[in-house]
């Protein structure tokens, strides 16, 4: 079943308790469940539109072809520690982006980057800002030997196909991105060596208690009321009649009789009942809201609960379900003792604040690695196919650079 909807800080347990986006892959909708979308924006949206696709041993860094209808001009647009970054290459992917965001006029183009507060010459910078970053990076992962292996890959292609239905339901998906599975196991890859240089670079302190209880105070609103639910599954197959239905139905109310009646406990009755295989070996527990998300009906009978409840039977796309509240976080007005969170919370919060030190140790050391680099960037040749004239044009309504005057 997929992974769980927020848990970007660390790796996810599987389960098959009702998540939101198990319903979405179930119904072959075609948007992307959130944690695949996160994946995507970043590591493919980047890729499309700044990838380098290959460092050539002749020195000159070469992207994929653009076959439109414009002129090159030849000539190098800048150097990186002696590498030369073509103009050309520079060249087609403005052009790329021209071509993917419909900019396929001088005026449209021209509009676009008033409205987004840039210049022909500006928006060249960063295009070169990161190629140029992007061979810095390659170029310190062979300095710390950064290594990546096939299995490595293959289980982050794994780990991603694991959000939707079927791995060719994901292949489907990607495609609509311009990806391959090729293409995106290289992205795959590049993302993986880009996190072990991290981890070699950026080495971060443990989050303090009190960083843990500022943090929270902070987001409180996030985590306050959050509930800890256990979880009995009778399935219902897709495409089961209304008879089956009734039958599965029968038997989930016989179950809950019995625990309502004390004839069997809620952990046993989890272990000799329930088919969800996501968490019947965790006597059902399917951790936290706050920290997951779930299918409307299962959320809203889990809102329901005090501590020690049992709820009615809930159905959804999985079946029928009896749902136990086994913990409830809450306090009045702020966190004052990390002693009035739960583990589970946390932890979860030790890792965001963990991965945001990480993020910003990780910018400070890559700043000051470039710094050390020679990079010289020559002038715009004035002949480039996006070099428009911006005179006239003024900011549409609503635009960003409207909105930052």
Request: charge should be neutral; hydrophobic fraction near 30%.
């Amino acid at each position: 079943m997929a992974q769980q909807k927020k848990k970007s800080p660390t790796p996810a347990d599987k389960t098959q308790a009702p998540r939101k986006k198990d319903v979405r892959a179930r119904a072959r909708k075609t948007r992307m469940s959130k944690g695949v979308k996160i994946l995507l924006v970043a590591i493919g949206c980047a890729a499309m539109i700044l990838s380098v696709s290959t460092m050539a041993c002749s020195g000159i860094i070469n992207q994929s072809q653009n076959k439109k209808s414009y002129t090159l001009t030849g000539g190098v647009a800048a150097k990186v520690d002696g590498v030369n970054i073509t103009e050309d290459t520079v060249t087609k992917q403005i052009m790329n982006v021209r071509a993917s965001g419909g900019y396929d006029t001088d005026k449209k183009w021209a509009q676009y980057l008033v409205d987004n507060g840039m210049t022909p010459e500006s928006y060249r910078a960063s295009v070169i800002d990161s190629l140029a970053r992007q061979y810095l990076v390659q170029k310190a992962e062979k300095e710390y030997d950064v290594q990546v292996t096939d299995e490595d890959v293959e289980q982050a292609w794994k780990d991603a196909a694991a959000n939707y239905e079927s791995e060719e339901a994901f292949e489907n998906q990607i495609k609509m991105f311009g990806f391959t599975k090729d293409s995106y196991k290289q992205q795959l890859e590049s993302t993986l060596k880009q996190t072990k240089l991290k981890e070699k670079v950026a080495k971060a302190a443990e989050p303090t208690d009190q960083e843990v209880i500022d943090y929270l105070n902070s987001n409180l609103s996030t985590y306050n009321d959050a509930r800890r639910s256990q979880n009995i599954l009778f399935k219902v197959n897709s495409g089961a009649t209304d008879e089956e239905k009734a039958k599965v139905k029968e038997k989930a109310q016989e179950v809950l009789d019995k625990i309502n009646a004390g004839e069997i406990s809620f952990d046993d009755a989890v272990s000799k009942y329930s088919e969800d295989t996501g968490s019947k070996d965790n006597k059902g527990d399917v951790g936290w809201d706050k920290l997951t998300s779930f299918v409307d009906e299962y959320q809203s009978a889990l809102s329901g609960l005090n501590k020690g409840d049992v709820s009615q039977l809930v159905e959804s796309s999985y079946g029928y379900h009896i749902i136990k509240c086994t913990d409830y976080f809450h306090v009045d007005e702020s966190v004052t003792s990390i002693d009035q969170v739960p583990k589970k919370i946390v932890s979860y919060v030790k890792n965001i604040l963990k991965t945001q030190k990480e993020s910003t140790a990780y910018s400070k050391w890559m700043d000051a690695y470039i710094k050390k680099a020679d990079i010289q960037v020559n002038d715009m040749p004035k002949e480039v196919p996006y070099n428009v004239s911006l005179k006239h044009v003024t900011p549409s309504t609503g635009s960003s650079s409207t909105s930052n005057e």
